[in-house]
């Protein structure tokens, strides 16, 4: 249950961000699709260790690949755009989250994975169509857009768990 409070303050800070308010520059774009994409993939990975059931499994296995993906691929546009691309880290909250997650067990921690993907993916949605729409480096600005449809498909499987 404190995941799920979590995920619900997760989702509420991320949206309260200021750089939600105004424009990204190209290198906290690169920060923060990075610090997504691990939270992605790590968080995917620890439901991996012991969720039995199917359809949790299927997505968070996608998650891993298509995250992957979207970091390589934010880091060659990076590259195109002479953007300085750090390996990614997770935030104090994301990281929070993990830890949440991983002392979480059996049915709870399939619960409290759905809730902060909903929640990560809300604010992933966000972070590239506002770079898609408002960034300055144009590589990076089409990578985001082409990631939009693939973040927008995640919040549909989210919606039928």
Same mark, same amino acid.
């Given at each position: /249950? !404190?995941?799920?409070? &979590?995920?619900?303050?997760?989702? %509420?800070? &991320?949206?309260?961000?200021?750089?939600? %308010?105004?424009? /990204?520059? @190209?290198?906290?774009?690169?920060?923060?699709?990075?610090?997504?994409?691990?939270? *992605?993939?790590?968080?995917?990975?620890?439901?991996?260790?012991?969720?039995?059931?199917?359809?949790?499994?299927?997505?968070?296995?996608? /998650?891993?690949?298509?995250? +992957?993906?979207? +970091?390589?691929?934010?880091?060659?546009?990076?590259?195109?755009?002479?953007? !300085?691309?750090?390996? @990614?880290?997770?935030?104090?909250?994301?990281?929070?989250?993990?830890? *949440?997650?991983?002392?979480?067990?059996? +049915? %709870?921690?399939?619960?409290?994975?759905?809730?902060?993907?909903?929640?990560?993916?809300?604010?992933? #949605?966000?972070?590239?169509?506002?770079?898609?729409? *408002?960034?300055?480096?144009?590589?990076?600005?089409?990578?985001?857009?082409?990631?939009?449809?693939?973040? *927008?498909?995640?919040? /549909?499987? #989210?919606?039928?768990?």
């Amino acid at each position: /249950m !404190k995941t799920l409070m &979590i995920s619900a303050a997760f989702g %509420a800070v &991320i949206l309260a961000s200021p750089a939600m %308010a105004q424009v /990204m520059t @190209p290198s906290e774009y690169v920060t923060t699709a990075g610090a997504s994409d691990l939270y *992605e993939i790590t968080s995917s990975k620890v439901v991996l260790e012991t969720t039995p059931n199917p359809a949790l499994r299927d997505f968070a296995q996608t /998650m891993v690949a298509q995250h +992957t993906k979207s +970091t390589a691929d934010v880091k060659a546009a990076a590259m195109k755009s002479r953007v !300085k691309v750090a390996p @990614p880290k997770l935030s104090p909250l994301q990281q929070e989250l993990v830890t *949440e997650l991983r002392a979480e067990k059996g +049915t %709870a921690r399939d619960a409290a994975y759905v809730a902060q993907q909903k929640a990560a993916h809300g604010q992933a #949605l966000a972070v590239q169509k506002a770079y898609a729409t *408002e960034g300055t480096a144009p590589a990076l600005k089409t990578t985001a857009a082409a990631i939009v449809p693939v973040v *927008e498909h995640h919040i /549909m499987m #989210l919606k039928a768990m």
